[in-house]
C-alpha cells in the first residue's frame, strides 16, 4: 500500500512540474515527438535541474557552460564565444551562431538574459528566455554573423526579412543597417554595418498571426521599440530594440500592470506585450483595456489596422482566455504612463488611478539595445556564470 501511494505520489510531482510549462506554450505546443538532438537532450536535462531547484517561468539556469531556460537553451564555446546548439523547446535550431573574428571575452548571464561579450565591447550577442526566444547581435563595427541552420530547419527570404520553419515554429531574422542578409549553403549570413540583427520566433504560447512578421519589418524601419513578457511568478523580460527608447515596469498586480516609457525619439513606435493568467488575473466577463497617460487608448480591431495607425491605439487577442497578446502604437514621445487593466465588461473606461501592485520594482534605465530584467513578488534576482 505504502509503495502503491509512493509511485502515486511520484507521478502526480511530475505532471504538476510539467504544468506550467505546458500551460506557457498554449496552443501553439511543440509536441514531444518534435523534440530532436542535442536540444533535446537539453531541454531534459534542464528541466531536471530547475525541478531540482524548484525553478518556474523565464531565467536560466547555468551549468558546466550550458545555459537552460524554460523556453530556451544553448551553450556558449568558451573560446571562441559562438553559440552552440540553440533550441527552443527542444528543437535545435541553430547549430551554431558565429561572428567572424570575434574576440571572446565573457558570457554573463542575469535572470532570463545571457550577454556574450567580446574583449573591446564591440559585439554583444544577448540571448532571452522568453516567449519569443529573442536573440539581438549588437555590432558597433562591420561584421560578419552567420546562423548555421540546424538539420530540418528551413530559411526562405522576402523583403529582407528571413523566415526560419520547422514544424510549428516559426521564427524571423532582420537586421538594421545592413550590407546584406542572404541565404548560403544552409546559414543565414548578414553582413552588418554597426547596427543590430535580430532573431526573434512567433511566441510558443500564442496562436499564429501576421501580426510578428509585420513586427519585424517596422524594426528595420527604426518603428519597434520594445517588447514586455510577463510569465509564471511574475517573472518579466523586457526587450528594448530601439537605442532611444527604454521601458520599465512599474507594478504588477492582480488586475493591473503599470509601465513607464521614454524615448529621445519623438516618432511613434510599437510596443508588444504578451501576458498570462498567473501574472494578471481575469476571468469571462471580464475584459483588458489600455490608458495612455490615465486617458483610455483608441482599441483597434485588427493588427493591419493598428499598423496604419496615426494616433496612440492598442490591438489585442486573448487566445483561450488564459493568455493575452497585446500590440500598442504610440504615436509620440516624452514619457509615457502605460496602464494595461483587467475591468468588467460593464464597466465603462475611466481615468486611471494608481493601484499598488504585488511588488512595485522599477527597472533600471537600460539604453540602446541594453535588458531591463526584473523578478517580481519576491523580489529574486540571481546572477549566475562566469566573471569576466
Not at 75 to 97: E, K, P, Q, R, W
Not at 157 to 168: A, H, Q
Not at 354 to 383: N, R
Request: charged fraction near 20%; hydrophobic fraction near 40%.
Amino acid at each position: 500500500m505504502k509503495r502503491s501511494i509512493k509511485i502515486t505520489a511520484f507521478f502526480l510531482a511530475v505532471v504538476i512540474l510539467a504544468m506550467p510549462v505546458i500551460g506557457q506554450m498554449g496552443t501553439g505546443m511543440i509536441d514531444d515527438n518534435m523534440m530532436r538532438g542535442k536540444a533535446k537532450d537539453m531541454m531534459t536535462r534542464g528541466s531536471e535541474i530547475r525541478s531540482a531547484q524548484s525553478v518556474m517561468g523565464m531565467g536560466f539556469m547555468h551549468s558546466e557552460g550550458s545555459n537552460y531556460g524554460n523556453f530556451v537553451t544553448f551553450s556558449v564555446d568558451n573560446t571562441t564565444g559562438a553559440v552552440m546548439n540553440y533550441g527552443i523547446l527542444g528543437i535545435t535550431v541553430f547549430d551554431s551562431i558565429k561572428v567572424a573574428g570575434f574576440d571572446y571575452k565573457d558570457s554573463k548571464t542575469m535572470g532570463a538574459l545571457t550577454r556574450v561579450s567580446d574583449k573591446n565591447d564591440s559585439v554583444v550577442i544577448q540571448l532571452h528566455d522568453n516567449p519569443a526566444a529573442v536573440i539581438n547581435i549588437r555590432t558597433k563595427a562591420d561584421a560578419t554573423i552567420t546562423f548555421d541552420l540546424a538539420d530540418g530547419v528551413r530559411a526562405s527570404k522576402e523583403d529582407n526579412i528571413v523566415k526560419i520553419e520547422d514544424g510549428n515554429l516559426t521564427a524571423f531574422i532582420v537586421s538594421t543597417n545592413n550590407t546584406s542578409i542572404n541565404i548560403v549553403d544552409g546559414n543565414v549570413r548578414i553582413e552588418s554595418s554597426r547596427g543590430n540583427a535580430v532573431f526573434r520566433a512567433v511566441p510558443v504560447n500564442m496562436p499564429m498571426d501576421g501580426v510578428h512578421q509585420k513586427f519585424m519589418g517596422e524594426m528595420m524601419k527604426n518603428r519597434t521599440g520594445a517588447e514586455v513578457a510577463i510569465g509564471l511568478s511574475d517573472k518579466y523580460s523586457i526587450v528594448n530594440y530601439s537605442e532611444n527608447l527604454n521601458l520599465m515596469v512599474r507594478s504588477v498586480g492582480n488586475n493591473r500592470m503599470k509601465m513607464v516609457i521614454n524615448s529621445t525619439d519623438h516618432s511613434g513606435k510599437f510596443i508588444m506585450m504578451n501576458l498570462d493568467n498567473s501574472s494578471m488575473m481575469w476571468s469571462q466577463g471580464q475584459k483588458i483595456r489600455l490608458y495612455i497617460d490615465n486617458m483610455p487608448m483608441r482599441q483597434v480591431m485588427t493588427s493591419d489596422e493598428l499598423y496604419g495607425a496615426k494616433e496612440s491605439s492598442f490591438w489585442l487577442t486573448m487566445p483561450g482566455g488564459k493568455r493575452m497578446q497585446a500590440l500598442m502604437y504610440i504615436a509620440n514621445f516624452s514619457e509615457r504612463v502605460v496602464d494595461v487593466v483587467v475591468e468588467n465588461e460593464s464597466t465603462p473606461a475611466q481615468t486611471s488611478t494608481e493601484t499598488p501592485g504585488k511588488t512595485p520594482v522599477p527597472t533600471p534605465s537600460t539604453p540602446g539595445f541594453e535588458i531591463a530584467i526584473g523578478l517580481l513578488g519576491a523580489g529574486l534576482a540571481y546572477k549566475l556564470g562566469r566573471k569576466g
